[in-house]
């Protein structure tokens, strides 16, 4: 029934690193795209970086480029994000996503969520 289930999330402190992993199942699987987003105390959920199945080509936010990288495993069962110089507006709840339509920066592209993983950034 998990078809997505995050896990790696934690507080961590401004300029530090921190590694948030997903792992895939069922469903999920045979996806196209899968994507990391995040909802802000506040805000909207706002998409974070995403790999598609076919090439591994990742895209990111604006607001990571530079800083956050999506890693998939060779077997393509988990995905990564790897997040560094985190800074306090990097403060979510992180969730992970699979799906099949486009765009990949949208929510709606994606069926398959996570329940999601708390990452708190302490200045």
């Known amino acids: 029934q998990e078809e997505l289930v995050e896990s790696g999330g934690g507080l961590v402190r401004a300029g530090d690193s921190l590694t948030l992993s997903c792992a895939a199942s069922g469903g999920a699987l045979s996806t196209s795209a899968m994507a990391w987003f995040r909802q802000a105390p506040g805000k909207e959920r706002e998409f974070v970086g995403g790999i598609t199945r076919i090439g591994s080509f990742t895209f990111y936010a604006d607001s990571v480029k530079g800083r956050f990288t999506i890693q998939r495993d060779d077997e393509q069962k988990a995905i990564h994000l790897l997040m560094n110089s985190m800074k306090p507006e990097d403060t979510a709840i992180y969730s992970c996503?699979?799906?099949?339509?486009?765009?990949?920066?949208?929510?709606?592209?994606?069926?398959?969520w996570g329940q999601g993983t708390q990452v708190p950034v302490a200045s």
């Open positions: 996503a699979a799906g099949k339509r486009v765009p990949m920066t949208a929510t709606a592209s994606f069926t398959y």
